[in-house]
């Protein structure tokens, strides 16, 4: 029997050529794995540059401005790479920062107190932690005509309460610290019971607000409006009634000065000089906003997402601060509301006052910021 070697292939030679074939591919598998490794050891690509934050708009709102002015800055902002901003303010462009913000919301505002005439720059930070974007915005205050303090007259018409005077003159001193300048003087002429229905007749220049009180039998235990205003569209004489048989319950409660303070911020044109569109938002509907430039503002320094809701009753819109979200603020109606805050004084400011932000009183909403309350079963609010 003949071997393998015997039919043509020679002794060995199958051996040979498989080793050759086992050395070659062991040399491809090595190669292989060289690659490998050099791959696998090679560094990632370098990510692509960071960039910084974009401010997408930054400036004054609620022109014209004239000293002593609260002047609404907004600003917009984002991250390219998504990343959490801090903010920072300086305001008045004194080379102060005033406020940081940290986190910084993508919507931003801000009032600045702009005490003296001229142009102001003021400065915007923004930063992702790793990149910074500076912006700047100018705005112009202009010189108020009359510098003088704002003054309230209260004039008693026939027989008024001792308490309920005295309850009035503490209530016009704290809104004359509210309201910084006063305003020009106005002719009024007034016949009697033409301001409510207890006034006496009037006849003079009224510099810069008189306020009538009176005690008459009425539904609410008070209740006041402005009957005059000056060209400029804010008040110059108004009304403020007290009904006899109840401010001594008011008396005893320690309410009589809130209520007083709450009468006099309507004469000073509080709810009742509001104009739809321009002052609120959805003033026929079950939803009325205020969106005035200085409160939103305030609004979203207490980091609010929406505008500031107003009262309704049965449908209507009522000129308070809806009580259920601002609570004990002196111009919704709750029987403890005695802060006057930012909100009211930027209000204020909103509809033509010159204002000092400072005056007001430290005030907190007593619900968190989102919160969502149903009023009926069709109408739900949220603040």
Not at 108 to 126: I, Q, Y
Not at 339 to 350: F, K, N, P, V, Y
């Amino acid at each position: 029997m003949e071997s393998e070697g015997d039919i043509g292939v020679p002794a060995g030679g199958r051996a040979a050529t498989t080793g050759r074939m086992v050395r070659g591919w062991r040399g491809v598998a090595v190669l292989a794995s060289v690659v490998l490794a050099a791959a696998a050891c090679a560094p990632d690509p370098p990510p692509p540059p960071a960039t910084a934050p974009v401010v997408s708009s930054f400036g004054a709102l609620g022109e014209p401005h004239v000293e002593p002015a609260l002047v609404p800055l907004r600003w917009g902002v984002t991250d390219p790479q998504g990343d959490a901003m801090s903010c920072r303010l300086d305001g008045d462009g004194d080379g102060t920062w005033d406020e940081t913000i940290d986190p910084c919301p993508p919507d931003v505002s801000r009032n600045v107190s702009a005490v003296d005439a001229g142009a102001h720059t003021a400065r915007l930070e923004v930063s992702d932690g790793t990149n910074t974007t500076l912006a700047t915005a100018t705005y112009h205050v202009g010189t108020r005509i009359d510098p003088e303090p704002f003054d309230i007259v209260i004039r008693p018409s026939g027989t008024v309460d001792p308490d309920v005077l005295a309850a009035m003159q503490q209530a016009a001193t704290r809104w004359e610290r509210v309201v910084a300048r006063g305003l020009g003087d106005v002719p009024v002429h007034l016949a009697a019971g033409s301001c409510g229905s207890g006034n006496a007749a009037f006849d003079g220049v009224v510099d810069d607000l008189v306020v009538d009180v009176s005690m008459k039998v009425i539904p609410p235990a008070a209740w006041a409006a402005p009957c005059v205003d000056g060209p400029d569209g804010l008040p110059r004489f108004g009304f403020v009634e007290f009904n006899p048989n109840l401010t001594g319950a008011l008396l005893d409660a320690g309410m009589l000065d809130e209520v007083a303070g709450h009468e006099l911020g309507h004469v000073l044109g509080f709810g009742v000089t509001w104009q739809d569109g321009r002052d609120v938002t959805g003033a026929g509907g079950t939803d009325p906003r205020f969106n005035g430039p200085r409160v939103r503002a305030e609004n979203s320094l207490l980091r609010r997402s929406v505008d500031v809701p107003v009262m309704t009753v049965d449908g209507v819109m009522s000129p308070h601060w809806e009580s259920v979200f601002l609570g004990p603020e002196i111009m919704a109606t709750t029987p403890d509301g005695s802060a006057l805050s930012r909100l009211t004084i930027a209000s204020l400011a909103d509809i033509g006052y010159a204002v000092d932000i400072g005056a007001a009183d430290p005030y907190s909403p007593p619900l968190p910021a989102g919160t969502c309350i149903a009023f009926s079963a069709t109408v739900t609010r949220c603040w």
